[in-house]
């Protein structure tokens, strides 16, 4: 269970608790004016997952940990070469054709101020388009010969190509092709394979594998960590996701896929088969041990002997081969950032790797609101504060009359209050009674105790959608406000979590909740709920506290402006009534 889906169930349980409480310890009775009450807080496909046998699992996975000093010389020298563009560098080895660096120009590693390096320099770990033919053993350690030379792309239209060439002792030809276009993060890739000699090829899958981490995590010192790793998968319509186990099972989806995508906190890298020659499968593997979470003393703890990583491989079915018979598998990969503009402009559905949670739906148009705050702000900071204002004002009315109807309820309960003392004498060896004779009271005066409670209901589920929103918003991220340097880490000085505590207590002060709550429990939760949140929001993205601090500060508002309202009522009945 991962650090979200456990904030979800705290809070919910936390609106469970605090319901659960007003049924069986009603609101007490005003000494003076009636207040308002208020309680702020703010698919996948099936596939058959089966242990693979040691000797399955030798068969799948590249055989990437033999050390160089191992490998067979070859004619070929090593050699790199590099594309670049004004997105990233591509650094590409001869040694097995695959990718050894991709650094992204316009992300910094937040540690070392350096381009962000999402392929891990970890020789003994898988690289990116490792591939897997069985006729062709160890192809990985197999040294290519290079058609095309290092590029640098600098304006649209730019285009480049590499090709690595391996000719076995058989005749056997295999080639991988690149394609780059500047502007894109996209990469071609075209695997061919060809018989020339005079033996015959059987019929075998071609898979092109991916690595298992995006590059060294990063130590956000929030519990939305970067090295969270999964795939995710879009297979007949529905999404699947698989993450970290304590296992090494590998899944087999057998059904034709759209992608698969290796994702963290902020990017990806997605396999995208060409359907225009047969599509491809999809498998999961497990072969590797997961990173341990950094920290600050420790930002490099090396790898978690517990947990197991997903890495993603879109396996091609291939053909038997004879002389002179050849044949070729297609595909592209997105390797960049979790950019929901960049990644819905593609038209493949690549925007469901960004992990909305289960208010997605809501996510989706509150990120498209921040944007458009941007634009006119050019602050991520003021665009999450007009962010909060608008929901606020979206859920002004709700609120403003559940406010209301916790004020008339007060009234209804200092009215019922002599009745209530009855029944608690009458049944104070019998509890189930007294709840039951409680209830059937309220029901006849009019009394709904949770009516409070409906601000929190509504704005759950958009806090929710917001949460995850802040959390993966790749735009927040190093984005400055005031005194915080990057609104998608954790705030250093802690102002912002301590702000959002005391707003939370002064927001019952002006309800006028502390100054009702007689019995000693009762005050101890009025106080629970800031406490608590206070200590787990030390850990939140900052942005997300900056909506949270906002929005307590215009609940108050909004309480004041029920209190008057209630006053001038009240005033104008007096009035009357003389």
């Known amino acids: 269970m991962d650090n979200q889906n456990r904030f979800i169930i ?34 996948p496909a099936v596939s058959t997952e089966a242990k693979a046998s040691t000797k399955e699992q030798t068969a799948e996975i590249s055989n990437v940990k033999k050390v160089a000093s191992s490998r067979k010389t070859q004619d070929v020298p090593a050699t790199e070469v590099n594309i670049e563009t004004d997105d990233y560098i591509a650094t590409f080895s001869n040694q097995g054709a695959v990718l050894t660096g991709f650094q992204l120009k316009k992300y910094l590693n937040r540690a070392s101020k350096k381009f962000s390096q999402l392929v891990n320099a970890d020789p003994n770990r898988p690289k990116p388009f490792s591939v897997n033919y069985a006729p062709l053993p160890e192809l990985n350690q197999k040294s290519f010969e290079v058609i095309g030379s290092s590029k640098k792309l600098s304006k649209n239209g730019d285009k480049a190509e590499l090709v690595f060439k391996y000719v076995d002792n058989n005749g056997t030809v295999f080639e991988k092709k690149f394609g780059f276009s500047h502007g894109s993060y ?191 702000a050019h602050n991520w900071g003021l665009a999450i504060i007009l962010l909060s204002i608008a929901v606020k004002l979206l859920l002004w009315w709700p609120t403003h009359n559940s406010y209301k109807q916790m004020a008339q309820t007060q009234g209804k309960m200092k009215e019922i209050q002599p009745k209530l003392e009855a029944i608690k004498r009458k049944y104070a060896d019998d509890k189930q009674e007294q709840q039951k004779q409680t209830m059937a ?42 005194w915080l340097g990057d609104l998608t880490l954790s705030d250093p000085t802690y102002v912002l979590p301590l702000l959002m505590g005391a707003s939370m207590v002064i927001q019952q002060k002006v309800s006028g909740q502390m100054a009702n709550q007689a019995a000693g429990q009762q005050k101890v939760m009025m106080w629970m709920m800031p406490i608590m949140l206070t200590w787990f929001s030390f850990q939140w993205p900052a942005g997300l506290l900056v909506y949270w601090v906002v929005t307590n500060i215009l609940s108050m508002v909004q309480q004041k402006v029920v209190n008057r309202e209630i006053q001038k009522a009240k005033k104008k009945d007096e009035v009357a009534k003389s």
């Open 10 to 43: 705290f809070l919910v349980s936390s609106v469970l608790i605090v319901m659960g409480w007003y049924l069986v310890f009603p609101p007490p009775v005003p000494q003076e004016e009636p207040a308002t009450q208020t309680t702020q807080t703010a698919a």
């Open 441 to 482: 009271l309220y029901q006849t005066a009019g009394i709904n105790p949770m009516g409070g409670c409906l601000p929190m209901l509504l704005q759950m589920p958009i806090f929710f959608a917001l949460y995850s929103t802040l959390s993966h918003c790749i735009e927040l991220r190093e984005a400055k406000f005031l």
């Open 186 to 376: 996209m990469i071609d890739f075209n695997i061919s394979v060809s018989q020339t000699g005079r033996n015959s090829l059987q019929a075998s899958s071609l898979a092109v594998e991916w690595a298992d981490t995006l590059g060294a995590e990063e130590n956000t010192g929030t519990n939305s960590r970067t090295g969270g790793y999964r795939v995710a998968t879009l297979a007949g319509e529905k999404v699947s996701s698989e993450t970290a186990k304590k296992s090494q099972d590998s899944v087999e989806i057998a059904s034709s896929v759209a992608w698969t995508a290796l994702a963290d906190q902020f990017f990806m890298a997605a396999l995208i088969p060409d359907s225009s020659n047969g599509g491809g499968t999809a498998r999961i593997l497990r072969d590797h041990n997961a990173f341990l979470s950094p920290t600050s003393d420790n930002p490099n703890p090396g790898v978690d002997k517990k947990l197991f990583a997903p890495r993603p491989v879109l396996v091609f079915a291939g053909k038997d081969l004879r002389n002179g018979e050849s044949f070729q598998r297609k595909g592209q990969v997105y390797f960049g950032p979790q950019d929901y503009k960049i990644l819905k402009g593609q038209n493949l559905g690549l925007e469901n790797v960004i992990d909305f949670g289960m208010f997605g739906f809501i996510s989706v148009y509150m990120l498209s609101l921040l944007n458009w705050f941007f634009t006119w």
